[in-house]
């Protein structure tokens, strides 16, 4: 319905390349030769403009959105349509590799379920209506009263649009909402150690020890961390010890796996801290007297009895660190997912200060000269923010964007009750999901790939640079509208100033970058698009270390009940994966299930529930209850049960709908005493057959290998005998 | 016609040698893979990257359970650890002590493929360049062959999934790659080693009269791979990465049983024993003890 529209005149027109030589920049690629090159007539026109050549696929490098990792894309496009997309190899993020959902984002981009059309809430129900009369309501509507938007991570030239317009409609409040973030051990970072968002080497470590930090599939900069991790894994081989109460795909690599119990993982790093101490003369360089008497405290039998886990494992973590160094100790994931996560964090770099990591495994980072330009990182502290604002009364007019808060928010903050009294509601999206079903006015976007657009990715090695995110193809749903453009306008109209020079966001990218960069050359601009990036100066942060607080108490009562980890995925994400089929069939990583959620449980809570593998069983909370199927294996503390996040949609689309459960919706209320951070590894559940099974769907039916040699592992110290490099 | 004849003749002449010498090939290239368990993650990236770049169609749930699932990559993913911890894994209360082991599987292109001469038509055959390859036009659906194959790599289109209510409903359709068809009811897929880009690399070398060069073609697991732990190239060109990981490995295509000079080496083939003779050397996993 949309070919016949796909106009290359006007999409070269809009990516502002008019002149001749200029209209292929973005191509820097090797093209390819198609098979049926000379046979193929039926093409998307019957006369290409002159610089396409019928078959011959070109690239042009942008910036991925899933995350906000930020990493470097190239999009294959051919007859007007992009079709493939691969990772840029001069991006430092990746390195030119992708994940999954980088894959994928074409399905979102080509979603059946876009919005095409801007919607307005006429007698109750959402109608389509012109651009021109949902800007004139808006217009209207935000003149008075209070405004605030909520927006994911938000970076670069975008944000600093957003915070134009909410300038000028007289708004304060910005709420960054993210559930998926390291929000935790930023702060700790920047506490303790003076810097927010410090270097990783995972690669010159030989002992990595992390609580909980998925640094494989959700943590900060997932794809960077991998490549990094292949480093690691190169002869001198490191070992990956992980702790943590289910298994993430970090732990599914892990050489030494330790399940603990959920919310002790403070306590399991200071009984390393002890061991180390008092078993391996470790002297504690830096470590005040106070953390010191807490360390003593904790003996490792103590902590065994607290995390269960054996003494001769704690041991043997303590030993593994104290003969490998440098070493390294993250915190993240499910270990900061409780009300005392921040002391987790605090821990893991205590241990970094003890083994002498600090300047060789964590090096300081680099910030930008530019901060109005730097990320407004997401956390779920936000979101309980803004259903506390909402239900005070503290909003009257609300933007949101690349934030789906009805869907994240547990029902124990009252999140719909509180967006019931926002008085007037704008969503701009791509999709309609949760949020934009209940707003009174929705503005459809067009796709990343449609959009321009500078991000800052979340993590960097050195230098800094800005990601530029530039159009890969004209819009497949004609109607919509790029984000920076809609903002821009919304900003004019309300009278912003020194903006009137911009007749949309490209002008303004532009013209911004080219200030930045102090250059005005076609030419230069062209090559900041072939690469994808430019670099910004930054200024070199200085690493110091002061203890942070350390507080290792749990509230755990032993009532019977179990308790529940909300946990992160690499494929569905926070959610936004779930309308697209090509994550929705591929496999989790670990449960290998597909198309649906299901709880993980231990085979001796299993059974002393009465509960088989596919057993629908019932998970009731203080503030809810979902029921989804066991899927049962060894991978997870028997005092807990883990349910992803992602499905369990009651929109969003055709795939996403009636999906699935959303283990968000019934976490109780409790948050990180620090910062705030919903807490995801908190909530007491009592838990039930619902009497029903049926066969799951999932890509392996057996967990053995039955003697074949199917994966065969050898033990590091032979490889190093064979290989060498020990 | 001297074309024809030229390639009747050297047709008969292949075919003489290959009686001769047994199971001779005279190959232009020889595709192979190089996959190293150490540094695969298990992510699943390569999948997607599959479903992406190969016009994979999606299947829903309630098919996906009746194993008519078309991922021609797969990840498998186990729990046991047979070589370091015999024994712990049958205690029921104990907690995983390690992490799972995971497996990227596509099709083998066993150079003594077992599907192919079950193929009542010969829609599966082998290439100059040394792929299993299948054709799409010629396949009558009687599945001999995924029957036949060791490692159940080879799927079948039980449906169409090309109507609205199938895997690409408009504007999904305008993604699926011109390269290669979209394959209809009742007909036999599986991976290529993404051919349409060797073809594609091997086009633009003969255009500017050379060979394919080393890194030339990159198939689309290998190159979305966050750890690079997959490698790909020709095993003729004893330059490439992927011969000097053969050689280094002591693993030599044609035998059903590598007699190797130093056996603690890494490298393995799976069900080798069955003289299947693939193209895909794993390295085995390595673990701390």
């Given at each position: 319905m949309n070919q016949s529209k796909l106009d290359r005149r006007q999409f070269l027109k809009g990516l502002g390349l008019g002149g001749a030589g200029v209209a292929?920049?973005?191509?820097d690629l090797p093209s390819y030769v198609t098979l049926e090159q000379g046979e193929e007539?039926?093409?998307?026109?019957?006369a290409p403009n002159e610089y396409v050549i019928p078959g011959v696929g070109v690239w042009y490098a942008s910036t991925c959105v899933?995350?906000?990792?930020g990493c470097g894309i190239h999009g294959r496009v051919r007859e007007g349509r992009v079709l493939k997309l691969e990772g840029?190899?001069?991006?430092?993020?990746?390195m030119g590799r992708l994940c999954q959902m980088g894959q994928a984002a074409l399905q979102h981009h080509f979603?059946?379920?876009?919005?095409?059309n801007p919607m307005v809430r006429k007698n109750g129900a959402l109608v389509e209506a012109s651009w021109d009369e949902a800007i004139a309501l808006i217009n209207e509507k935000s003149k008075s009263g209070k405004a605030a938007w909520v927006t994911g991570t938000i970076s670069g030239h975008q944000r600093v649009m957003a915070q134009t317009h909410l300038g000028a409609i007289g708004g304060s409040r910005h709420y960054a909402v993210e559930?998926?973030?390291a929000n935790v051990w930023k702060t700790a970072c920047k506490d303790?150690?003076?810097?927010?968002?410090p270097e990783i080497h995972l690669e010159k470590a030989k002992v990595i020890f992390s609580l909980g930090a998925d640094f494989l599939g959700t943590f900060i900069s997932p794809v960077h961390f991998a490549a990094s991790y292949a480093e690691f894994r190169t002869p001198p081989r490191g070992t990956l010890i992980q702790a943590e109460p289910a298994m993430s795909l970090t732990g599914g690599n892990a050489d030494h796996w330790v399940g603990i119990k959920p919310g002790s993982e403070t306590a399991l790093a200071l009984g390393v801290a002890n061991a180390l101490m008092n078993?391996?003369?470790?002297?504690?360089?830096?470590?005040?007297n106070a953390t010191k008497t807490l360390i003593n405290k904790h003996d490792p039998e103590t902590v065994a009895g607290i995390c269960a886990v054996p003494v001769g494992r704690i041991e043997k973590i303590a030993a593994s660190l104290a003969a490998n160094s440098p070493s390294l100790v993250l915190a993240g994931g499910s270990a900061t997912g409780n009300a005392n996560g921040y002391s987790a964090a605090a821990a893991a770099l205590m241990l970094n200060q003890m083994l002498g990591?600090?300047?060789?495994?964590i090096t300081a980072g680099r910030e930008l000269?530019?901060?109005?330009?730097?990320l407004v990182e997401g956390n779920s502290a936000n979101l309980k923010d803004l259903a506390i604002d909402a239900n005070e009364g503290k909003i009257d007019v609300l933007f949101v964007s690349g934030a789906n808060p009805l869907f994240l928010a547990?029902?124990?903050?009252k999140m719909l009750e509180g967006w019931n009294k926002v008085g007037f509601k704008v969503v701009l999206s791509s999709m309609l999901d949760e949020t934009a079903e209940a707003a009174d006015v929705v503005l459809p976007l067009a796709s990343s790939l449609e959009d321009w657009g500078s991000h800052i990715p979340s993590y960097a090695k050195g230098t800094r640079n800005l990601a530029l995110q530039q159009p890969?193809?004209?819009?497949?749903?004609?109607n919509t509208r790029g984000f920076g453009d809609v903002v821009l306008a919304l900003a004019k109209d309300a009278g912003?100033?020194?903006?009137?020079?911009?007749?949309d966001y490209y002008g303004y990218l532009r013209s911004a970058i080219s200030a930045l960069k102090k250059t005005d050359s076609e030419k230069e601009w062209n090559g900041f698009l072939m690469a994808g990036q430019t670099q910004i100066p930054s200024l070199g942060r200085k690493l110091s270390y002061s203890d942070g607080k350390i507080t290792p108490t749990m509230n755990d009562s032993d009532d019977g009940n179990l308790t529940l980890i909300a946990s992160a995925r690499m494929g569905m994400w926070d959610g936004?994966?779930?309308?697209?089929p090509w994550l929705q069939e591929?496999?989790?990583?670990?449960?290998?299930?597909?198309?649906d959620s299901w709880a993980e449980l231990h085979p001796k809570t299993a059974k002393s529930l009465g509960i088989k593998d596919g057993d629908y069983i019932n998970i009731k909370s203080a503030s809810g209850e979902v029921t989804t199927r066991a899927f049962i294996y060894?991978?997870?503390?028997?005092g807990a049960i883990a349910v992803p996040i992602?499905?369990?949609?009651?929109?969003?689309?055709r795939y996403a709908k009636d999906n699935g459960v959303n283990p968000?919706?019934?976490?109780?209320?409790?948050?990180?005493?620090?910062?705030?951070e919903i807490a995801t590894t908190a909530t007491k559940v009592s838990v039930k057959s619902a009497g029903k099974n049926k066969q799951m769907a999932k890509l392996?039916?057996?967990?053995?290998?039955?003697?074949?040699?199917?994966?065969a592992t050898i033990s590091a110290d032979k490889q190093r005998r064979t290989e060498g490099g020990a | 016609m001297s074309s024809l004849f030229g390639n009747i003749l050297k047709g008969w002449t292949d075919y003489t040698k290959g009686i001769e010498e047994g199971g001779h090939h005279e190959y232009e290239h020889m595709w192979g893979m190089v996959i190293d368990l150490d540094k695969c993650?298990?992510?699943?990236a390569c999948s997607v990257a599959c479903y992406a770049e190969n016009n994979i169609a999606t299947v829903g749930e309630e098919k996906y359970v009746a194993r008519q699932s078309m991922q021609w990559l797969r990840v498998e993913r186990y729990f046991d650890e047979p070589d370091i911890?015999?024994?712990?894994?049958?205690?029921?209360n104990a907690m995983q002590e390690r992490g799972a082991s995971f497996l990227p599987m596509m099709c083998?292109?066993?150079?003594?493929?077992?599907?192919?001469?079950?193929?009542p038509v010969a829609a599966t055959y082998h290439t100059p360049d040394g792929l299993n390859a299948q054709i799409y036009n010629r396949?009558?659906?009687?599945?001999y062959c995924a029957n036949n194959c060791p490692y159940r790599l080879r799927v079948f289109?039980?449906?169409?999934?090309?109507?609205?209510?199938?895997?690409?409903p408009e504007p999904m359709?305008?993604?699926?790659?011109?390269?290669?068809s979209v394959r209809e009811k009742g007909v036999m897929e599986k991976c290529t080693f993404c051919i349409q880009r060797i073809n594609a690399a091997k086009d633009k070398a003969k255009m500017e009269n050379r060979q394919v060069t080393e890194g030339e073609v990159k198939t689309a697991c290998q190159q979305t791979c966050p750890t690079q732990a997959i490698m790909f190239g020709?095993?003729?060109?004893?330059?490439?990465k992927v011969t000097q990981a053969w050689v280094r490995q002591q693993i030599k295509l044609g035998k059903y049983k590598q007699d190797r000079?130093?056996?603690?080496?890494?490298g393995y083939r799976i069900f080798e024993e069955l003289n299947t003779d693939p193209s895909v050397l794993y390295l085995e996993r390595v673990r701390e003890e």
């Open positions: 292929l920049a973005g191509c007539n039926v093409i998307s026109y019957l899933g995350c906000s990792a840029n190899p001069d991006s430092g993020v990746n979603n059946p379920d876009r919005i095409a559930q998926i973030n303790i150690i003076n810097d927010p968002n078993n391996h003369g470790v002297a504690g360089n830096g470590i005040s990591n600090i300047g060789t495994t000269a530019y901060p109005q330009l730097d547990p029902k124990s903050l890969l193809m004209e819009p497949v749903f004609p912003a100033p020194g903006l009137d020079d911009y007749d936004r994966g779930a309308n697209l591929s496999p989790d990583q670990i449960s290998k299930v597909v198309w060894k991978g997870i503390h028997p992602g499905r369990g949609h009651s929109a969003l689309g968000l919706s019934i976490l109780n209320g409790a948050s990180d005493s620090k910062t705030g392996m039916e057996i967990d053995r290998q039955h003697g074949r040699k199917l994966v | 993650t298990g992510c699943n911890d015999p024994g712990a894994i049958d205690d029921e083998q292109q066993c150079n003594a493929a077992t599907c192919e001469p079950v193929c396949c009558i659906g009687s599945r289109n039980f449906y169409s999934y090309t109507d609205e209510n199938g895997a690409w359709k305008q993604q699926l790659n011109p390269d290669i020709d095993l003729l060109n004893p330059e490439s000079e130093n056996p603690t080496l890494r």
